[in-house]
């Protein structure tokens, strides 16, 4: 019997396959690396199995097509990821599961992920996505401009949804929680909504679009009983922590039917995955799973303008990921978050293009004329660019944008 994970420069049929491609670090060559990665995660074991045969092995088994450098490109068989049960968490298994565990390998990252189209049009894809967000908002080309209301936790529901309403008589189209607050006591998920909602119809009134993303995250059995009671109190937009709650969790949401809102997608935990460039998973992996599952709207980062380590190629390959074809998946909106001033933004919206959503924190709330001004200093940075007006130049006529610049530049 003739078993080897080794196909090198076999062109894979891609919709009989997933393909993977890792980094490998190791005192293995690339090849042997590469066939430990391909039979730990489909057919194989430490040992020859006398169970395994070479129809099994022909029909399930991994192939390595690529090792050299420091690089292997691996398929799966299509057939490995049948059946109605397995979903997203049996997709990872395979994908990303064992072999980050194992001793012969210093470091393995998964960092770049293709899908065939029959594995894709399982799932739900993004709802509203970039056209029906911007839709929503009458806010058809330029950036989407958005705050987190801050301090992260400690606010009762009627300051919280002042700041919101604040935020909003700025000119922000959007608000969210942050991923820290959820349904905590002193400021409860179901008192917060009711009051956002209340700021927001009088927004609305008063001609001001706007909609504010509330945390749900919670255990996988209470998901869609929470949207319920955020719904039920008026929320235009769902926000979900999806790796502490799981993919799995952010699918329920983009399939159920009374989930008619926008759902924001907070990556918190990232970095313990994505941070070390010699081990874990690409943010450009997380972000097409995402997609996959549902989300309309993605922190991806800031290109490297903000406060959170950053590899700038690897946020452009996210953006990529998020806004190029995906077996027709409607585009999701990339969100730049963490750290961001109105002085950041031109060199952001360099990098993003228009199709970004940027929300500032503290580069609202930190103002020196409190939050109103903030928010109206971010959107005259973002009104500045998009009208292709250096932005001290704009700052001359707009004291909010001024102030901002004085204290952050």
Same mark, same amino acid.
């Given at each position: 019997m003739s078993i080897d994970y080794l196909a090198l420069d076999e062109e894979l049929d891609q919709e009989d396959y997933i393909i993977c491609e890792y980094t490998v670090k190791s005192d293995l060559n690339i090849k042997t690396a590469g066939k430990r990665i391909a039979e730990e995660e489909s057919t194989g074991t430490w040992t020859h199995p006398t169970t395994l045969s070479e129809d099994i092995f022909k029909n399930y088994g991994a192939k390595v097509t690529k090792a050299q450098g420091n690089r292997v490109r691996i398929g799966y068989p299509v057939i490995d990821f049948s059946g109605d049960i397995g979903g997203i968490p049996q997709i990872l298994s395979i994908i990303a599961g064992n072999l980050f565990g194992l001793e012969s390998l210093e470091g393995v990252r998964l960092v770049q992920l293709e899908l065939p189209s029959e594995i894709v049009k399982q799932y739900p894809g993004p709802q509203f996505g970039i056209t029906r967000l911007r839709n929503i908002l009458d806010r058809p080309e330029k950036p989407l401009v958005g705050t987190i209301v801050k301090p992260k936790i400690g606010l009762p529901p009627k300051e919280f949804a002042d =700041? @919101? =309403?604040q935020a909003g008589r700025g000119g922000l189209t959007n608000s969210k929680d942050d991923e820290t607050l959820v349904d905590q006591d002193? #400021?409860?998920?179901? +008192?917060? @909504?009711?009051?956002v909602s209340e700021k927001l119809d009088i927004l609305e009134e008063e001609g001001y679009k706007m909609i504010h993303a509330h945390n749900i995250s919670t255990t996988s059995h209470k998901i869609l009983e929470a949207a319920d009671l955020a719904l039920e109190n008026g929320a235009r937009q769902l926000m979900i922590d999806v790796l502490t709650v799981g993919f799995s969790g952010l699918q329920a949401l983009a399939e159920d039917p009374s989930v008619d809102v926008p759902i924001h997608v907070h990556r918190a935990m990232h970095g313990a995955i994505t941070k070390n460039p010699h081990h874990g998973i690409s943010m450009s992996v997380i972000s097409k799973i995402v997609? %996959? !599952?549902?989300?309309? !709207? *993605?922190?991806?980062?800031? =290109?490297?303008?903000? /406060? %959170?380590? !950053?590899?700038?190629? +690897? +946020? *452009? /390959? #996210? /953006?990529?990921t998020l806004l190029g074809d995906m077996h027709g998946l409607p585009k999701l909106m990339p969100v730049a978050s963490g750290g961001l001033h109105p002085g950041l933004v031109p060199e952001l919206i360099k990098m993003s293009g228009m199709e970004v959503q940027i929300q500032a924190g503290g580069g609202v709330s930190?103002?020196?004329?409190? @939050?109103r001004s903030g928010a109206k200093a971010l959107r005259q940075a973002v009104d500045a660019?998009?009208?292709? @007006?250096? *932005? /001290?130049e704009y700052a001359e006529k707009h004291r909010e944008l001024r102030k901002a610049l004085e204290k952050w530049m």
């Open positions: =700041y @919101v =309403y002193f #400021c409860p998920l179901e +008192e917060r @909504v009711s009051e997609r %996959m !599952a549902g989300g309309d !709207a *993605l922190h991806i980062g800031t =290109y490297g303008t903000g /406060k %959170m380590h !950053a590899e700038v190629d +690897e +946020e *452009l /390959k #996210c /953006k990529e930190g103002h020196p004329d409190g @939050v660019v998009s009208e292709g @007006v250096d *932005l /001290k």
